[in-house]
């Protein structure tokens, strides 16, 4: 489907030996958790997942697509250690507070920073923010359920999927497109990133995602003008527009001097 696109090039899908099953004991044993049964099932057959893919801009590609799953190694606990290496440094659960809402209605319980949650990272988004591996409930044991959720740049928590699987069809149907996770945040992508979610729909994309307000206006690109090849105007056009320009400059400074004489003798007399 990507190969199809118009654009689009270096599809480049990484192949990844199966983990080993003393692999995911270990990390078992390290977090004390267990991991979900679908996760477990996929790090056997690939350890991790990494897909990547290009558009080619002036016959340059530029990087754009990125699907990414880390392997057991880097599935790593977010919030445990403090983000600097000082003595009473800062950590992510300091930024906890007492009085979070928690879940009611439709909304999920948001997980924790603390001991209350274990929070590890399955996909580092470009930067863009996490999505984590989230076991809600840890007291008095780790339990077993286990939730698939976004943290984006301001550390704020929206919830995506219960079960891996769900996300891997998730990740998959959005083609890896910048910044698709905030398409389930309150306040949606970017300007830029509806862009190329205009030209490279995902499979399963809701169109009033990408309706504009009326009072806002955002470029919509057509993949059919932005590939297509350029003409570019030749120089000798140029030479020949400042020529005339010149030339139109000198008549009018002519006439000019001409009208302006007459005035000149007879203030003279």
């Not at 003393?22 to 958790?33: A, L, P, R, Y």
């Not at 219960?162 to 083609?175: G, P, S």
């Not at 990133?193 to 309706?211: E, G, H, V």
Request: some cysteine; proline content about 7%; glycine content about 4%.
């Amino acid at each position: 489907l990507l190969e199809s696109s118009p654009g689009v090039s270096d599809v480049t899908f990484v192949e990844k030996d199966p983990a080993e099953r003393h692999t995911i004991i270990s990390w078992e044993q390290k977090n004390s958790c267990i991991l979900p049964e679908d996760l477990k099932n996929f790090y056997l057959m690939t350890n991790g997942f990494q897909m990547t893919w290009s558009v080619k801009i002036d016959d340059t590609p530029m990087p754009l697509g990125s699907m990414v799953i880390n392997s057991v190694s880097k599935l790593c606990r977010l919030g445990g250690s403090p983000v600097y290496t000082l003595p009473n440094a800062p950590s992510l659960a300091d930024l906890e507070d007492d009085t979070d809402e928690e879940g009611n209605g439709d909304k999920p319980e948001k997980p924790h920073f603390d001991s209350r949650s274990l929070i590890f990272e399955l996909d580092p988004c470009n930067g863009n923010g996490k999505v984590c591996l989230v076991y809600k409930h840890t007291k008095p044991v780790v339990s077993p359920d286990t939730e698939i959720w976004f943290l984006d740049r301001a550390l704020y928590w929206h919830f995506l999927t219960k079960t891996f699987t769900a996300y891997y069809r998730l990740l998959i149907t959005h083609l890896g497109l910048p910044q698709w996770q905030y398409a389930f945040t309150s306040y949606g992508v970017s300007p830029q990133a509806k862009q190329w979610f205009n030209m490279y729909k995902p499979i399963t994309i809701n169109t009033a995602l990408l309706s504009e307000e009326a009072e806002s206006f955002v470029n919509k690109l057509d993949p059919n003008k932005v590939f297509k090849s350029k003409n570019k105007t030749p120089v000798i056009k140029k030479k020949q527009l400042s020529q005339v320009t010149g030339s139109q400059k000198s008549h009018t400074s002519m006439t000019f001097s001409k009208t302006s004489s007459p005035a000149g003798n007879s203030s003279r007399k």
